[in-house]
Every structure is written in C-alpha cells, then in structure tokens.
C-alpha cells in the first residue's frame, strides 16, 4: 500500500520549494555581488547552496529535505549573527532566516515530514517489488 501525500502536501512542498529558491538565489546574488574575496566570503556561497539544494529537494519531495532545512536554518542563523557582528545587514538574509524558520515549523509541525519518510519507503518497496519480477 503506497502511502501518498494529500495534494494540499504536495502544492505546499512545491510553491515552498520554489520561493524558497527564488529567496536563496536573492541572498547569493546579493552576496556575490558585495562581497569582499576572502576564504570565509566563498565559504558562506556553500551555506547558500546547500539552502537552494535544501528547497530543491523539498520540491522533489524527498525525505531529506525537511532535515536539510533545518541544517540550513542553523547555518543561515549563524551566518546572520556573523554578519551582524560584521556590521552588515542584509534584509534578504533576514527573510530567508524567518522563511526556513517557518517552513520548518509547518514541516515538523504538521505530518508533511513524516508522508515524506513513508512516501520514500513506498516508493523503493514497490521498486524492489519490480525488480524481483524483472
């Protein structure tokens, strides 16, 4: 029995996945563009890949997303109090850190996170299934 998510699941973890992209790709672009070079400035461009990676995969619906979210939403909080220590504000990186904070929430809150497990688990029975019958 193939566990499904509702469609108010699926529109959810797609509509959070893109804007979530459009806000990281916004943080990056920004960051790339007034950044200063330097090993902890490159560094920070993988905080914000691993956040675009984080919304894609939620997009796809797999079950590492809401788990790599909320390593971003970590990574993103230090990177704001870094960034404050440095006497810089970045509006955009506020938003994203408020946006993860709440998509996470709503994903552990709800059993969105949880259909993502049971849907992964479906979906590589019934492979298995077709691979013993192939």
Request: charged share 10%; with cysteine.
């Amino acid at each position: 029995m193939e566990q499904q998510l509702t469609k108010q699941q699926e529109n959810f973890c797609e509509n959070a996945g893109l804007f979530g992209i459009l806000i990281s790709v916004a943080c990056l672009v920004q960051h790339t563009v007034f950044m200063i070079p330097g090993w902890i400035t490159y560094s920070i461009i993988a905080v914000y890949i691993l956040c675009i990676t984080g919304f894609i995969l939620l997009m796809k619906k797999m079950p590492a997303a809401p788990l790599l979210l909320v390593i971003s939403a970590v990574l993103i909080l230090l990177l704001g109090v870094f960034m404050t220590l440095m006497l810089a504000f970045s509006l955009v990186l506020l938003l994203l850190l408020l946006y993860l904070i709440v998509i996470c929430a709503v994903l552990y809150g709800g059993t969105t996170a949880l259909q993502l497990k049971k849907r992964s688990i479906a979906l590589k029975e019934e492979a298995a299934k077709w691979d013993n019958i192939l």
